[in-house]
């Protein structure tokens, strides 16, 4: 395919927009409640930010740097920049995890139309904590999952298939300042609560105690998990970013958004959580179990149920469209497919494994665990190391400072996290965590 016929985001705005619609999603929302609730609260919100920062932001600009200056997908960009060596395959493990992490986050994709549906029948209305939890377990024993599960694929397929600037960053741009909107409201509404003090303690309060490696880990695996890095989504959304733009910029801005939605979601849940004195370690039920008893014990319940429901919504399809896009861009640049059939096979491919995911818990646990934990990590690690020892410094230069208009200041900063400390610390931290090394 011809470089100046790729499709392309049309305004900077579009592309912070994108981006930060793959990144914020239910990473932020669902994920980093439960899991940060799960692994001890403040120690793990810290581990996290140094993550964020120090690996994170290396990460996304190696990424955005490789998709833009080879234009192409996943795998083709390694293909381009770095001939006949084994470096594509890479891109093609971030293909396979693409299937994997659409398969489960799709399926609470789904949960979420469903608790959509139950917040406009008001129906949790009435119902005690118990119940409500009870519903949830028995919603996921029934067929509903997969139903919403399909309707979520095909909405997904409907954005994607009308290519990247009518179709990903026309939702997006209007999509996103909305939730963050809506997210601002509920904040607000749970830090108001009587007793919200200690959820705000919980989650600010680092107790070093409570770490241990594989809090570490599960530290690293979200923050990647969080920012879609670590499997090519960004190579592939960084091959429509168009020359003129800021790459150091757009991975800055985008790392901040996302960090101030999942601390936001924090700041939403946890508080509420403490004031009516439901555990915080409720596992991936903590927003579908526990969340609908404190809407209905608040003025105005049912309206921010809705709402937040829908915010859920609208935040995960922003960010399955940027994982399906990478199996899209993939099979039609590589296999040579049409724009159309390569989304129908990716969506229809990624359904067979979703319907595992949705009636077996253990299939769920293990796409979600393996794809964020291990998956993302390790391709993360051989995504600086590309960078930092491959690439070399010229090229990434020549790409960061936009042929030398842009002064990139921080690049030598950023290329001294990219050769050594974003590595030994994803080395480290990935075989302290499964378990290989100890310190
Ligand atoms: N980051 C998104 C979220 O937090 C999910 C996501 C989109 C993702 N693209 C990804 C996760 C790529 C890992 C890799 O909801």
Known sequence: MDINQRDSFGSKFGVIAAAAGSAIGLGNIWRFPYILGENGGGAFLLVYLLFVVGIGIPVM?????????????????????????????????????????????????????????QSVINGFHGKTQLEIGQMF????????????????????????????????????????????LILIIISIRSITLPGSSQGLKFLFYPDFSKITPKVILEALGQAFFSLSIGMGTLITYGSYIQKKEDLMNTAVSVTMADTLIAVLAGVAIFPAVFAFGIPPAAEEGLVYKTLPVIFQ???????????FFVLLAVAAVTSTISVLEVIVAYFSEELNMSRKAATWLGTISVGVLGIFASYSGKVFDVLNFTSANILLPVGGLFIVLFIGWYFGRK?????????????????????????????IAIALVFLNGIGLIKF
């Open 61 to 117: 600009l190696s990424e955005f740097t490789i998709g833009r200056s080879a234009q192409r997908n996943a795998v083709g960009s390694f293909i381009k920049l770095a001939p006949g060596k084994p470096w594509y395959l890479v891109g093609v493990m971030g293909v396979g995890a693409a299937f994997m992490i659409l398969a489960f986050y799709t399926v609470v994709a789904g949960w979420t139309l469903e608790y959509v549906y």
């Open 137 to 180: 377990d028995h919603f996921r024993e029934t067929s509903r999952p997969v139903i919403w599960f399909a309707i979520f694929m095909l909405m997904t397929l409907g954005i994607v298939i009308a290519g990247v600037k009518n179709g990903i960053e026309k939702y997006t741009k209007i999509l996103m300042p909305i939730l963050l």
């Open 297 to 307: 014990q608040m003025p105005g319940g049912y309206l921010f149920s809705l709402l």
């Open 395 to 423: 090229r990434t230069f020549a790409e960061i400072s936009n042929e030398g208009v842009l002064k990139a200041r921080l690049f030598n900063v950023y290329l001294f996290l990219v050769r050594f400390i974003a590595p």
